[in-house]
């Protein structure tokens, strides 16, 4: 079929598939969902108790802010510390993943970051975007927005669920 010039990379049987796709959706178990979203919390809640066993003050661990003057202030894990144009401390999981060595905490709070992303971006948000009547989610499929033609994902982007992590294997 010709295509379009608008739409370099769809044509109009590529709009069909990608409608077909849409319509008949991605079929999730919201009661593994549920099940997984007690036993993360569980485990965010063990986590954040040994976080805080591992220092002697309270701090909040979804701060930058407090993490890094925690390691870096605080515990003096490096004393080169780079910090943002505000002046704060970078925390970012790069520099964390370099710091894991020098202290278990650091290993902890990435482990924690890790958990409350999954948590927050799919554990608990996927069950209130699937359609009652279909149950499934029903995500818009795009072609045109990769430079490449390949399909990507949003409404949600199921091409993020992770892999890397056995955590992020399970949702997936």
């Not at 370099?8 to 409608?19: G, H, N, R, V």
């Not at 927050?120 to 490449?148: M, W």
């Amino acid at each position: 079929p010709p295509r379009s010039t608008l739409f370099p990379y769809t044509s109009s049987s590529d709009l069909a598939i990608l409608k077909e796709m849409h319509d008949a959706g991605v079929r999730f178990d919201v009661n593994i969902l549920n099940e997984a979203s007690v036993e993360m919390h569980k485990e965010l809640d063990a986590l954040e108790a040994e976080i805080y066993s591992l220092v002697s003050q309270p701090f909040n661990i979804n701060s930058p802010k407090q993490v890094g003057e925690l390691l870096f202030g605080e515990l003096q894990l490096d004393p080169k510390a780079k910090k943002t144009k505000g002046g704060q401390y970078v925390t970012s999981e790069e520099v964390l993943q370099g710091l894991k060595h020098k202290h278990p905490i650091v290993g902890k709070i990435l482990e924690y970051r890790e958990l409350k992303k999954l948590l927050s971006t799919y554990i608990d948000v996927l069950p209130s975007l699937i359609n009652p009547q279909t149950g499934k989610i029903h995500t818009t499929y795009n072609q045109i927005v990769t430079a490449t033609g390949r399909l990507s994902s949003s409404n949600p982007n199921l091409q993020n669920l992770p892999i890397r992590s056995e955590r992020g294997r399970f949702i997936r």
